[in-house]
């Protein structure tokens, strides 16, 4: 499979820990976009990155979430000190340009 | 910031007939505008998408329109078939900054 790949697929997590996940774009693409989607509203941008360069973070995107890109191919994208409002679906998409993004499957996160 | 809604939020067609989902936005420095097919569960999927100096752009069954002057741009699925029934999403993008609508549900009755 080349497109988009996230790990993991499901993630159950208690209120107050750490989450980590994992975004592995197609090759060759030099932008990651994460989002956030709850049910029945569309992806909600967080941020992205051209290569390592993370260049634009959302405001509402608070200081428990961080993201990295560390050699320009995948990503990840931490939660601290989870809460419940943090459950949503997260996805990650790439393109090649400014264009064309195509999304992974998404880490869906529950917090208990 | 940007602003993107989409009307309707619902949409039933019957099976052969067009669908016309509409969406408007705020900032006139968006330039790209993709639309996204979301079945349940699963990933959106890139359908079609309009860069600013276009103002139309068709593939068979589908095609968007774009009015940059009343920041409106619209999606055209004609012959509906029932594996069109989905969740559509608009978006306008400004370089890397993406804003969503709010998804259309389209039901396609055989």
């Known amino acids: 499979d080349t497109g988009v790949s996230q790990d993991p697929r499901h993630k159950i997590t208690k209120r107050g820990q750490n989450v980590t996940f994992r975004c592995d774009p197609i090759?060759?693409?030099?932008?990651l976009y994460w989002y956030r989607q709850t049910l029945g509203q569309g992806p909600e941008f967080l941020t992205y990155?051209?290569?390592?360069?993370?260049?634009?973070k959302s405001r509402l995107l608070s200081d428990r979430f961080s993201a990295e890109r560390p050699k320009g191919s995948f990503s990840t994208l931490e939660i601290q000190r989870t809460e419940q409002g943090d459950s949503a679906m997260y996805l990650c998409?790439?393109?090649?340009?400014?264009?064309?993004?195509?999304f992974g499957q998404g880490t869906r996160l529950t917090v208990v | 910031g940007e602003n993107v809604e989409q009307h309707p939020s619902t949409l039933s067609v019957q099976e052969g007939d067009s669908a016309v989902i509409k969406c408007t936005y705020s900032?006139?420095?968006?330039?790209?505008f993709p639309w996204y097919k979301q079945e349940l569960g699963k990933r959106p999927q890139l359908i079609i998408d309009?860069?600013?100096?276009?103002g139309e752009k068709k593939d068979q069954r589908i095609a968007v329109t774009l009015n940059k002057t009343a920041k409106h741009f619209s999606l055209h699925i004609t012959e509906t078939q029932p594996e069109d029934s989905a969740v559509y999403f608009c978006?306008?993008?400004?370089?890397?900054?993406?804003?969503f609508g709010d998804g259309t549900t389209l039901t396609v009755k055989p």
């Open positions: 900032d006139s420095a968006s330039n790209y």
């Open positions: 998409a790439s393109s090649p340009d400014t264009f064309e993004a195509f």
């Open positions: 978006a306008a993008w400004d370089a890397g900054k993406s804003t």
């Open positions: 090759s060759e693409h030099n932008r």
């Open positions: 309009i860069r600013s100096n276009v």
């Open positions: 990155f051209q290569n390592e360069a993370q260049l634009e």
